[in-house]
């Protein structure tokens, strides 16, 4: 083999062996924990009032009330929804099927276009271990390097001192996290509740909080940034769902190559403008460098935009060797387009936003339903009367209870409910029976359409259509 080709076999093997193992484990399956470098620049300053915006929402949300009741509640357990105010039940499953279907697309959409924006941005996961646990653990034990030292020196009071400190604060951040996200599935007033009588009255409650610290420290102390390459559905999906044209965070290879590092009074002919520095690598959350392309563990963090940024200033080179582009508007230097996959995503998305919209629109507090009681067609009463039996199903969306009265609007006969008097439960499914009874001489045709009216007090809440069926009149009548 000559040179060239042993050169050339040994990158294609190198090229073979790249994706074969994560950036953050070792090639016997050990885990390589990551130090990453202190990130500092625009983008880091923009994520932290992002945040913080974020972070305070999310703090905020549970004690916001509408009418006494929460403005969002994820009740999964008695399957109780309020978004926005409004209640939604186990009666409003179709709008929750088109929900998620518009969800996944809009996902599928937003990252076919944008990358994985989200997870730099506003994923949970990223801003708690960015910008609440490693902002402590570069306060207790310093930047990277102190951290390196730290772990290897031997065990001293201010070593056990500043591990216990830290751990401490991040067990009680994890307890409050596990309680922020218990308030949105049983509401701040129970939440307060279990805080504050005696423990042994919320046992189950109890178990819960500590089990969701528990597991809430385990990730940001010491699982990190595993959760997003190993265990998030949406990071492993980005194989797919990226192209060539999606916006990611890259290394501009056409500009940056051949890349060696940087001599005094060189020029910058003849190489690239990446200088071997290793800022990018160094301030990596997630352990890779940027310069090997779109990778799995890439959550968009943006520090290596920061950290290339203020190398390019340093040596007078045009920022933004790191930036979010597309790659082919670095190859090609084209502009960026709507990709035909963009439009058919847009126009799907746009159909079931529209469905939904419309759907949310004429969604009323009340569903009712009356049909004729299957298998019977009328009867004859007494005094010339004929009756029909009715079933009656009554669907109650709102937080109140209702008691109601049936009325015939349309024609002069009787309504006679069968069992006691109808109250709907706020949230309640009620189903009943009632007789309508009318005169024979009122009816001339076999089916006679009638209209019954739903109220509570004097207030009319609905009006169901339905038929009323009567024996033929004999010509002698
Ligand atoms: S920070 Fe920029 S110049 Fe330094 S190694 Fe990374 S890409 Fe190259
Ligand atoms: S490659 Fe850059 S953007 Fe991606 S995770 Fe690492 S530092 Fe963040």
């Not at 933004?320 to 996959?341: C, D, H, Q, V």
């Not at 936003?353 to 009463?381: E, M």
């Amino acid at each position: 083999m000559n040179e060239e080709t042993i050169e050339q076999q040994l990158y294609d093997d190198e090229a073979e062996t790249f994706r074969n193992q994560l950036a953050t484990v070792t090639a016997e399956g050990k885990r390589k924990w990551v130090y990453p470098k202190k990130p500092s620049g625009r983008f880091h300053k923009a994520r932290i009032v992002v945040s913080a915006i974020l972070l305070l929402i999310l703090l905020l949300t549970p004690l916001l009330k509408i009418n006494g009741h929460p403005f969002m509640l994820f009740d999964f357990l008695n399957r109780k929804f309020i978004l926005f105010g409004i209640l939604f039940g186990p009666h409003d499953f179709h709008l929750l099927v088109i929900a998620m279907i518009s969800l996944v697309v809009f996902v599928v959409l937003f990252t076919a276009v944008f990358g994985r924006i989200f997870c730099g941005w506003a994923c949970p996961q990223t801003i708690f271990l960015e910008m609440v646990f490693r902002k402590i653990e570069y306060w207790i034990e310093g930047n990277s390097k102190d951290q390196r030292k730290l772990k290897s020196a031997p065990w001293s009071a201010i070593k056990f001192f500043k591990k216990f400190t830290k751990h401490i604060i991040f067990f009680a951040i994890a307890f409050l996290i596990s309680n922020i996200f218990l308030s949105y599935i049983i509401g701040i007033d129970e939440l307060l509740k279990i805080i504050t009588d005696p423990p042994s009255e919320h046992l189950q409650g109890l178990f819960a909080i500590t089990v969701f610290s528990g597991i809430f420290y385990f990730v940001f102390s010491n699982f990190r940034e595993q959760a997003c390459t190993i265990v998030c559905p949406y990071g492993r999906l980005q194989g797919v769902l990226l192209d060539r044209d999606s916006i990611v965070i890259a290394y501009d290879n056409v500009r940056g190559e051949p890349r060696r590092r940087f001599k005094k009074d060189e020029g910058w002919e003849n190489r690239g403008d990446c200088i071997e520095c290793y800022q990018c690598v160094e301030v990596c959350p997630t352990g890779i460098d940027i310069r090997n392309g779109i990778q799995l563990e890439c959550v968009n963090c943006t520090a290596c935009i920061d950290a290339c940024d203020d190398i390019m200033d340093k040596i007078k080179r045009p920022k933004g060797l790191i930036r979010y582009a597309s790659i082919n508007s670095m190859e090609k230097k084209t502009k960026w387009k709507f990709t035909p996959r963009a439009i058919g995503y847009s126009a799907l998305l746009t159909v079931l936003v529209t469905i939904l919209v419309i759907l949310l629109l004429n969604r009323t507090d009340f569903s009712v339903t009356i049909l004729r009681t299957a298998g019977l067609l009328y009867q004859d009463q007494p005094n010339n009367m004929v009756s029909n039996l009715y079933d009656l199903n009554m669907v109650n969306k709102t937080f109140n209870e209702i008691p109601v009265t049936l009325k015939l609007e349309n024609l002069e006969g009787e309504l006679k409910l069968i069992g006691k008097d109808i109250v709907m439960e706020p949230q309640g499914n009620i189903d009943s029976k009632f007789l309508i009874l009318l005169p024979k001489s009122e009816l001339s045709k076999m089916s006679s359409p009638i209209d019954i009216g739903i109220y509570n007090g004097d207030k009319l809440i609905k009006k169901v259509s339905t038929s009323f069926l009567a024996p033929m009149k004999k010509k002698s009548d």
